[in-house]
């Protein structure tokens, strides 16, 4: 990349960086800062990352499953960073309303690494990931800091890349040990808010294999030179369909056998 390049490029990392600090006002992004491709995003979401300096949590990834790339018009995984500074732990939280205006949440199968998977030659497989974890039932809050005019889904999936994967907050439920005999992609889970009806879940094809995303998810960040370490967290994608919430809300996520996630706004 050269540096005329780099410069348009932190112009967006400049307005994406001062519409985080400020969530209520999204900003326009104009054409020419449109990220070109993953290596100009993955530029624009480090230097991010750099800017706001709001500690590292561990790592989320999206699109994990190949018929929610097929929808979204993404042509891989959409990972992105989990901020210290938005990340909560247990299962009941009182959380400000005014850090996720115009935001979603959706549930999510996470993880904590109890073992450092350090980069090397051959890939992490699934099997090897799921020694090293442990589960936690998830909400993430999704949602983005900018608004673009007539762009197509190519130039969108970019944009939420560079835009921290589309991921604003987390809260992690209460640790599960024995969970390695789940069948994932069929477990349901009852999402509601404010009491309304409940997320429709996303299961079989459209739900991905949480181990798996989670190796996919290590090794995509070794090429990128990004190792992780014990304690990190690991979250694996939208488990159902993601909600609104207005300040006021409840959010009640009941995973079954894995426990009860309890937020209000």
Same mark, same amino acid.
């Given at each position: 990349m050269d540096e005329s390049r780099k410069a348009v490029l932190e112009d967006l990392v400049?307005?994406?960086?001062?519409?985080?600090r400020d969530p209520a006002n999204k900003?326009?992004?104009?054409? @020419?800062?449109?990220? @070109?491709?993953?290596?100009?995003?993955?530029?624009?979401?480090?230097?991010?990352?750099?800017?706001?300096?709001?500690?590292?949590? +561990?790592?989320?990834v999206g699109a994990t499953s190949a018929r929610m790339r097929e929808l979204?018009?993404? %042509?891989?995984?959409?990972?992105g960073r989990i901020f210290v500074s938005r990340s909560y732990v247990g299962s009941h939280h009182s959380l400000p309303f005014d850090q996720f205006p115009d935001a979603r949440i959706e549930t999510e199968f996470a993880?904590?690494?109890?073992?450092?998977?350090?980069?090397?030659e051959a890939p992490w497989t699934a099997a090897e990931m799921k020694t090293m974890m442990v589960l936690h039932p998830a909400l993430e809050i999704i949602g983005n800091r900018y608004h673009l005019d007539d762009a197509?889904?190519?130039?969108?999936?970019?944009m939420t890349i560079?835009?921290?994967?589309? +991921?604003?907050?987390?809260?992690? +439920?209460?640790?599960?040990?024995?969970?390695?005999?789940?069948?994932?992609?069929?477990?349901?889970?009852?999402?509601?808010?404010?009491g309304g009806a409940p997320a429709d879940n996303f299961l079989g094809e459209m739900r991905?294999?949480?181990?798996?995303?989670?190796? %996919?998810?290590?090794?995509?960040l070794a090429l990128r030179g990004h190792e992780l370490q014990t304690g990190d967290f690991i979250s694996t994608g939208a488990a159902s369909v993601p909600q609104p919430f207005s300040a006021g809300?409840?959010?009640?996520?009941?995973?079954?056998?894995?426990?009860?996630?309890?937020?209000?706004?």
């Open positions: 400049a307005i994406l960086s001062a519409s985080w900003v326009a992004v104009a054409p @020419r800062l449109y990220p @070109r491709n993953r290596t100009e995003a993955y530029f624009v979401q480090d230097r991010m990352h750099d800017e706001l300096g709001q500690g590292l949590a +561990g790592w989320k979204d018009g993404h %042509d891989d995984v959409i990972p993880f904590r690494l109890t073992a450092k998977p350090h980069v090397r197509s889904k190519a130039e969108n999936s970019l560079a835009d921290n994967g589309g +991921g604003i907050g987390f809260v992690f +439920g209460d640790p599960v040990d024995d969970w390695q005999a789940i069948d994932f992609r069929q477990h349901l889970i009852r999402l509601t808010v404010a991905c294999l949480p181990t798996e995303a989670a190796a %996919d998810l290590v090794n995509h809300d409840h959010v009640h996520a009941d995973f079954g056998a894995l426990g009860v996630i309890e937020v209000v706004f």
